[in-house]
């Protein structure tokens, strides 16, 4: 059957239809039934198309459009006119057509095709998925006169699951409690959140009264609740009591809203509540400050920045004898001898750079002209923004005997109700004080302990800490927020974070106060955020970001001391295979077994890692030589090998391991790794159960470095260059408005040539400066042609190794001419550089990116964070862009420390006027975290690889400015 477009015809023979709104739906007449019965069936079927969300098209024999309802017009984005009587072969990709052609045959013959999946094309040329339904339709005579197709489209559906998947995604991540009940007060949902809140799991709950959580004297308030909902009525932040399975009670924040059925009856109700326990108890802390303030008899004052008085307590009336509506508005040198006007400049100089002055003893004038000797102590006041907007001061009469009252109250209450074990010993160890704080803390009553010696909460390896820290103590020195361990009464240790003061009497040192706080959860919870940012959850080993770190510390560490290390990239031979055929749970017993397997045969310094699914790599501090190396490999494999029995299956492993050798193979982690990877692949490709250096690889794909540099000598000569580029997209448009040129040589007979073979070949041999010529010419020219073909702010990136900025008068000359040469402005060009360039050529630098800031050229910091990272270099140079390395990228929607490192450099980055561009960018996750972060722009594999000329066009005249299609198409990989 051949698919055509003719034109329109006229299709009244082919039986009656309907008009309306332009929309015509043919219907064949149908023998028994009179003119009345096929008037209704048709306004029935006429009805049906025209509010049916599903396309229902009727198609000719000859593949006519005979009719288009409203919802085909909204799946395929044709309207009526445009398509009736034309082919539906416009709908059908070209590589389905002979389905089409089979399933039109098929009805023809009289059967039915039901709910296929297939695809299908919009007028955008878009591809959709569809679920298509094609039934026959006959006359009177039982011919066949058309076909009706129903389609559905798939997308929309896909798209309906995914917002119920995100709903019920957030419904379990929020943090406050959420709860639905019925009519009855019956609970039906119970989030993860609720199960934190209140202690029950959502097992306990559901079906149970939510009486279970209301305390006895707060029962009648759901009587009230369910009422008010059978009413309508949502009750908004009510503020009440619920109780903890433990029995505590907890001051919650209530919004409750009626849950309608489809006829809008009330069926239940649904409940969001939020712990405010620290917000009520905020609040009683702030009544407590608020009477402290009024109640004190320090004088507590506060000022704006210009020195005008904005509050005065009662003690400042009592001590300088104005009142409060005598000084408020006035300025504070109201009260300061006039000797004294100048302290007010330094001291509002102070609180507008942020600083505190404690104790800052002075004169101030009474009303009646009296001094009054005081001790000042003032602080800069934040808004809520960060930003200083006035001071507070509190100034005390230091009149010795009201200053020790006045202390002992405050010390007194402060000791009571602190959280903080306060206690004060003598000097020969004997616990005088014990507060209750001490007692929640250590489990210890205070007269169990005073009079005992404070070593009965050591643990034995601590005895001597006492010692360390007394000779400071008595020479009046503090001992601030000292980390360690101390005993409960059951016996369990406690972290704590100690403070150590000496207390005097008459000047002289006579015992210590020590206040220590339980910092035990904080411990736990450091060590579990450790361990997850970097330990491998499975194994225990160090994961890719860990060894990654290591790695770089030890490259530091041999560049100082010249000394060398190997890295083992290890891979399981056919590990797919057993996970596959065993399940996840089998290839996790696998994985740690091999992970046990590897730290047994090495060396305690060898640091054994897993960078992900089956992957493993070891790096070898001090073990260099090929023989050792060799050795140590084939006792890896040779241990793997053994026999080993999991889920009652008998195992014998092997794997694939490539060896690289700091500095011969690489002188940067990345460099290393990725050779270390290609000599695994390379031993594997060979028959895998075998190990391959990194040299051996290079000598048997590439002959020898002599041969290679040879061939590179002649690849420019011959043409064997390219260019592929890689789109760079915009995070707020979703939309391509710059790219990055990569270099890439095709040998004939070697094929793709992997950069990081040829370019140190190439800077080391002195071929890098014409090799970097032609980039840039080849790069002007494409870029001539796209700031006319994609609009004139369309921008591309190249990259500059740092030889070729060694002749600075040649390389600006060049950049400068070629820009002229090829009519480009030099703002559409993006000069990539390394922060090795910054670091080795430090002399030129400047030099280098001055002229190109006055050819207009942008300048981006490549790989930032992989080197030698300095925050200098960002104020030092005019950088308009930041990379983020794709390193960072790889784990930073699953790392709390990756993310809050990217989310500095961020916020430094927008603060210095650059732009991020976020390198690596694979999954959709890393694109929703790298938005809250500030990423301007995203470059990675989940929008397209870097592409040769003609497909990256073909790429941009499919996606660019389409932000709709950048967020849904398939990526380019």
Known sequence: MTIEHPQKKNNAEQGASIT??????????????????????????????????????????????????????????????????????????????????????????????????????????????????????????????????????????????????????????????????????????????????????????????????????????EIDILNRLRAGQTIEHFRTQRKHKSGRLLDVSVSISPVLDEYGQVIGASKIARDVSKLVEQDRILRQFEAIISASDDAIISKSLQGIVQSWNQAAERMFGYTAEEMIGQPMLKIFPEERWHEEDEILAKLAAGQRIEHFRTQRQHKDGHLVDISVTISPIFDEHGMIIGASKIARDISQLVTQERLSRQFEVIVESSDDAIISKSLDGIILSW???????????????????????????KLEEEAMFFNQLIQGYKVNHFRTIRLHKSGRSIHVSVSLSPIYENGVVVGISKIARDITQDVFNQEQIWRQAYLDQLTGLPNRRNFLKLVSQQIN?????????????????????????????????????????????????????????????????????????????????????????????????????????????????????????????????????QSMFFCEMAANNLTNVHELLTELSLALERQQFSLHFQPIVDSTTMSIRKAEALLRWNHPELGMVPPDVFIPLAEKYGLIKGIGRWVVTEALRVLKHWTRKYGDDFQLSINKSPLQFLDYNESISHLHNSLRSFDVRGRNLIV????????????????????????????????????????????????????????????????KRDLQLCKGVATIAHELGMKIVSEGVENEDQVSVLKTIGSDYFQGYLFSKPLPLDEFERFMDQFSGNAAAMTSFDPVV
């Open 435 to 461: 507060n209750p704080g001490a007692e929640r803390i250590f489990g210890y009553k205070s007269e169990e302990m005073v009079g005992q010696s404070v070593i009965m909460l050591f643990p034995d390896d």
């Open 20 to 221: 309306s709104d332009d929309r015509q739906f043919p219907l064949s007449s149908a023998s028994g039934l009179d003119q009345q019965d096929h008037r209704t069936t048709v306004q029935l079927l006429n009805t049906i198309a025209l509010s049916a969300h599903d396309a229902i098209i009727l198609i000719s024999p000859d593949n006519q459009v005979l009719s288009w309802n409203p919802a085909a017009t909204e799946i395929f984005k044709y309207a009526a006119e445009e398509i009736l009587g034309h082919s539906i072969g416009c709908l059908i990709p070209d590589d389905l057509l002979e389905e089409h052609q089979q399933m039109m045959h098929k009805l023809l013959l009289g059967k039915k095709v039901t709910f296929a999946q297939t695809r299908r094309l919009t007028k955008t040329g878009r591809h959709i998925e569809v679920a298509i339904s094609l039934s026959p339709i006959r006359d009177a005579a039982g011919s066949i006169i058309s076909v009706c197709a129903v389609l559905q489209d798939l997308g929309s559906r896909t798209r309906t699951e995914l917002i119920n998947k995100h709903a019920q995604a957030i419904l379990q991540s929020s943090e406050d409690a959420i709860v639905s009940k019925n009519i009855n007060g019956v609970v039906q949902s119970w989030n993860h959140a609720a199960e934190r809140m209140f202690g029950y799991t959502a097992e306990e709950m559901i079906g149970q009264s939510m009486l279970k959580i209301f305390p006895p004297d707060r029962v009648h308030e």
């Open 832 to 895: 990539e550089v390394t922060e090795s360039f910054l670091l080795e050529h430090s002399e030129i630098t400047d030099k280098i990116l001055h002229a190109y800031n006055r050819m207009g050229v942008e300048i981006a910091l490549d790989d930032f964070g992989t080197g030698y990272s300095s925050l200098a270099y960002l104020t030092r140079y005019s950088f308009s862009y930041l990379k983020i390395d794709r390193m960072f990228v790889n784990e930073i929607s699953t790392s």
């Open 557 to 689: 560490s041999c560049r100082v001391s010249k000394h060398r290390f190997a890295l083992f990239f290890i891979d399981l031979d056919n590990f797919k295979i057993f996970n596959d055929t065993y399940g996840h749970e089998f290839g996790d017993k696998i994985l740690s077994h091999a992970a046990e397997v590897f730290k047994r045969s090495t060396r305690a310094g060898d640091v054994v890692a897993r960078l992900g699914g089956d992957e493993f790599v070891i790096m070898l501090p001090g073990v260099v030589d090929n023989f050792s190396l060799k050795r140590l490999s084939e006792t890896l494999l040779h241990n793997l090998k053994a026999s080993v029995t999991i889920n009652d299956v008998e195992l014998s492993l092997s794997a694939s391991i490539g060896i690289s050798v700091f500095p011969d193979d690489g002188s940067e982690v990345k460099q290393l790794l990725q050779h270390a990877d290609q000599a695994m692949y390379r031993a594997k490709h060979q028959g895998r159960n």
